[in-house]
């Protein structure tokens, strides 16, 4: 009982089936690598690397089971972090080994929903165990435009908004 070909070349549909769910487990586990990328964020600078270090305490904080606040003193242009378990000397070592500001980047203040811009010398931000930050925007100030880095209490990444915006515009 042989089968005569009709000459015709080609994939059958049961083929073309197994490869696309091939193709979709594959993507399904390769999509959580990408998920810390950020396109549009130069890791070398300031900014870059606030977005970075805000999404890693996102995480940090529910891993470690622990608390931590960002520190954002805005006269120094300094970005640091301190965690709920940090004695004095530790602390000061953090703060010295935090991001710095200069030349091309400034933080201009730090916004919290209901209250005006705090352009102070320590404005903290949470990222608390249970998985949820205190919601903020941290305006800055670039050689070519103003941006906002949005950070939404659950979601687990930080938006960049590429003008500075307020909590009026961004609901």
């Known amino acids: 009982m042989s089968k005569e070909r009709s000459g015709?070349?080609?994939?059958?549909?049961?083929?073309?089936?197994?490869v696309m769910v091939i193709a979709g487990?594959?993507?399904?586990?390769?999509?959580?690598?990408?998920?810390?990328?950020h396109f549009f964020s130069n890791p070398e600078n300031a900014r870059g690397k606030t977005i970075q270090l805000?999404?890693?305490?996102?995480?940090?904080?529910?891993?470690?089971?622990?608390?931590?606040?960002?520190?954002?003193d805005i006269t120094a242009g300094l970005i640091w972090v301190s965690g709920d378990?940090?004695?004095?000397?530790?602390?000061?070592?953090?703060?010295?080994?935090?991001?710095?500001?200069?030349?091309?980047?400034?933080?201009?203040?730090v916004e919290f929903p209901g209250a005006m811009p705090l352009a102070s010398d320590d404005v903290q931000i949470k990222f608390?165990?249970?998985?949820?930050?205190?919601?903020?925007?941290?305006?800055?100030?670039?050689?070519?435009?103003?941006v906002t880095l949005r950070i939404e209490p659950f979601l687990s990444r930080v938006e960049l908004e590429n003008r500075s915006v307020s909590f009026d515009q961004c609901m």
């Open 8 to 18: 015709k070349a080609g994939f059958t549909i049961i083929e073309l089936v197994i």
């Open 54 to 72: 805000i999404d890693a305490l996102k995480r940090k904080a529910v891993t470690d089971n622990r608390d931590y606040v960002m520190h954002v």
């Open 85 to 109: 378990a940090m004695d004095p000397a530790t602390m000061k070592t953090a703060r010295e080994n935090g991001i710095q500001f200069s030349g091309d980047t400034r933080v201009l203040d």
């Open 128 to 146: 608390r165990r249970q998985g949820y930050s205190d919601m903020a925007l941290i305006h800055l100030q670039g050689e070519t435009n103003d």
């Open 25 to 37: 487990v594959l993507l399904f586990f390769a999509l959580p690598t990408f998920q810390d990328v």
